[in-house]
């Protein structure tokens, strides 16, 4: 990743208190990432930093398009995201990750970038199935179903209780109940 001086906060000159940021993520800042999850999109940053002398709370709301590739017809398309994450950030004696939205800094850092942050939350933001808007209304198959079967190496005629091509020493285990 190239560092980008304008997504970091200088910490060490705010005072205690709630402060505000603005940021217009663009295909500049995507394209900062050795990627290609999120190629382009126009996401707006709002970032609510509460300091006090021991801990920093980032509160983040992201609301924006990122351009991503259709699972399906592989056509390019904007999916809409919207998120609000919190990442807190502690003082101690050493940089440490304690959990994903946990921070251990030193006392004597001076700005925290929050680049690899905005990138990480919008990435998590976006849905698993990526549908083009025009898929994504069509109606499942069978909607009572929590799953759907994929893949399945049985043929029609084939008997589920054929039990014949079963290792024997199952059969044991089988009358344990």
């Known amino acids: 990743m190239k560092k980008d001086a304008q997504y970091d906060i200088n910490i060490a000159k705010l005072a205690d208190k709630t402060h505000h940021f603005a940021f ?21 940053a709002d970032v609510t930093l509460h300091k006090t002398d021991r801990l920093l709370t980032f509160d983040f709301h992201l609301k924006g398009t990122v351009r ?8 390019d398309y904007d999916q809409e995201i919207e998120t609000r994450e919190q990442l807190l950030v502690r003082y101690g004696d050493r940089d440490l990750e304690l959990d994903d939205n946990v921070l251990q800094i030193k006392t004597d ?12 939350y919008i990435g998590l933001a976006l849905p698993m199935k990526k549908l083009h808007p025009r898929f994504q209304n069509e109606p499942d198959e069978n909607p009572d179903s929590d799953t759907k079967l994929i893949f399945t190496t049985r043929q029609e005629g084939d008997d589920e209780d054929d039990e014949d091509d079963t290792d024997p020493r199952w059969n044991a285990l089988r009358n344990l109940n």
Not at 25 to 44: C, K, N, Y
Not at 68 to 75: A, F, I, N, P
Request: some cysteine; charged content about 25%.
């Open 24 to 44: 217009e993520l663009d295909r500049a800042f995507f394209e900062q990432f050795e990627q290609q999850l999120i190629p382009d999109g126009q996401v707006h």
């Open 68 to 75: 991503q590739v259709c699972d399906r017809s592989l056509d």
């Open 109 to 120: 850092t001076q700005t925290l970038p929050l680049a690899q942050h905005l990138f990480d």
